[in-house]
């Protein structure tokens, strides 16, 4: 790690230094109120516009203009096999193979067809364990499906909590649940990164300790793809599923993925829900053949994809791919020990942060607990034009993206806050 040091000089150097800096200009930077570009800490949130995106989503409307239904096959890139690629680029960015991923529909959704197909409930194996801490539409998501099965949604969650006065849940705890409780348990699903603490869990410990129970194990990776490197092949997963908005910088709701393991693959016994997507891609357009399933994750989409929507995370992959993950994680890791090391100098009682300080326990999120906070401690920093994200109770949340944010935004943040915590 670096020997970082207090001071804007430092932070200069470190940009000048710093390979990727150049492709803080391949994205659209919002303003603040002064017009200077914003303190922007939200990518975690929403990431950023890359300018590619405008030029795609062109080439998609002037192809339609211009070649209209021949479009599917005649267009620049064709519809009928535009997610394919991105699917690979895809499968590079969550450590997958490319069967193992498909871009499709929405995060959500795609959980619920995940667990349609991996949710397979009987009388005395039907639980779902999830972190106490998961995300609102996760815990939905899984309440509506125990119900769904006829089971009674709180009963039927196992909710994996962190103990008494500590801020993350720890992996003995859960090993005694499975342990006592595993046989009750049909999956598990665990944010692979949690949203609000940022903690980076073990997605192969976890998946060995839920299959040696017999549980079904997927993460949602919302917070994860495009941060962290997931090796989902690897870690053994069965599935997982992740927005595109966030990290992977796909606009607002773009379309989502999915992985389904490669085990998983070939399996036409497992319960699942079709559409012409799914069949086989040679007889598809001939539309007369029984039903014949696709094999590997594709085999889960129903629809022809929005190409619109995906001409923008055509966009995004194309950085992640040029980059790499490696290269994006190795500033990551420098980006977010910077951002501690100046919050750790701030030496005072008032903020705590609650993010695993490990760094192979974490992506490039911080987040901060304010002591005796309120709201107006974030607003002042939305006055001083840092974008950053509140929860309540008092947790702000900073994610420092690599591929667009530099070490001055960093020290810049620090500085900001420096003034509101009157420091
Ligand atoms: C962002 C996020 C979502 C949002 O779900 P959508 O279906 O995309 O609206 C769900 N779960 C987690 C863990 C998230 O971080």
């Not at 994205?27 to 914003?38: A, E, T, V, W």
């Not at 997958?96 to 005395?124: D, G, R």
């Not at 399996?267 to 094999?295: A, I």
């Amino acid at each position: 790690m670096l020997n970082f040091q207090q001071g804007l000089d430092f932070a200069l150097k470190q940009d000048k230094k710093d390979a990727l800096s150049s492709y803080r200009n391949q994205f659209h930077i919002p303003k603040d109120k002064d017009g200077n570009d914003g303190i922007y800490m939200v990518g975690n949130s929403l990431g950023l516009q890359p300018k590619n995106a405008q030029t795609y989503i062109d080439e998609v409307l002037t192809d339609w203009a211009t070649l209209g239904v021949e479009g599917h096959f005649l267009a620049k890139n064709p519809w009928a096999t535009y997610h394919e690629l991105l699917g690979k680029q895809m499968a590079q960015v969550v450590g997958a193979k490319p069967i193992e991923v498909v871009v499709m529909n929405s995060l959500t959704a795609n959980l619920h067809f995940m667990m349609a197909s991996f949710y397979q409930p009987t009388k005395t194996r039907y639980k779902i364990l999830i972190e106490a801490d998961a995300f609102p539409s996760d815990k939905y998501a899984v309440e509506s499906q125990l119900q769904h099965h006829g089971f009674d949604a709180k009963e039927g969650l196992v909710l994996w909590k962190p103990r008494k006065g500590e801020d993350l849940p720890n992996y003995e705890d859960l090993e005694t649940i499975l342990e006592s409780r595993g046989n009750e348990i049909a999956v598990i699903l665990i944010g692979a990164v949690n949203y609000y603490t940022g903690q980076y869990f073990d997605l192969k410990r976890i998946t060995e300790l839920g299959h040696k129970h017999g549980c079904m194990v997927g993460f949602d990776c919302a917070h994860g793809a495009g941060n962290v490197n997931l090796n989902l092949h690897d870690s053994g997963a069965d599935f997982a599923a992740w927005c595109t908005y966030k990290y992977l910088n796909s606009g607002p709701g773009s379309i989502a993925g999915c992985f389904v393991h490669e085990r998983h693959a070939y399996n036409k016994k497992l319960n699942r829900f079709t559409g012409w997507w799914s069949h086989n891609k040679e007889t598809r357009f001939k539309m007369r053949d029984d039903f014949d399933q696709l094999p590997g994750a594709e085999g889960w989409q129903l629809s022809n994809p929005p190409i619109l929507a995906m001409a923008t995370i055509r966009a995004s992959l194309e950085i992640f791919e040029e980059v790499g993950m490696a290269k994006l994680i190795e500033k990551s890791k420098q980006l977010t020990a910077y951002l501690e090391f100046l919050l750790n100098e701030l030496a005072t009682d008032a903020i705590t942060i609650i993010t695993p300080n490990n760094p192979e326990e974490r992506g490039c999120q911080l987040s901060i607990q304010v002591k005796n906070a309120d709201k107006s401690v974030f607003n002042k920093l939305t006055d001083l034009g840092v974008m950053a994200d509140w929860r309540e109770p008092n947790v702000m949340r900073f994610a420092p993206v690599p591929l667009y944010n530099s070490f001055q935004d960093v020290f810049n943040l620090v500085e900001r806050l420096k003034l509101v915590l009157n420091h």
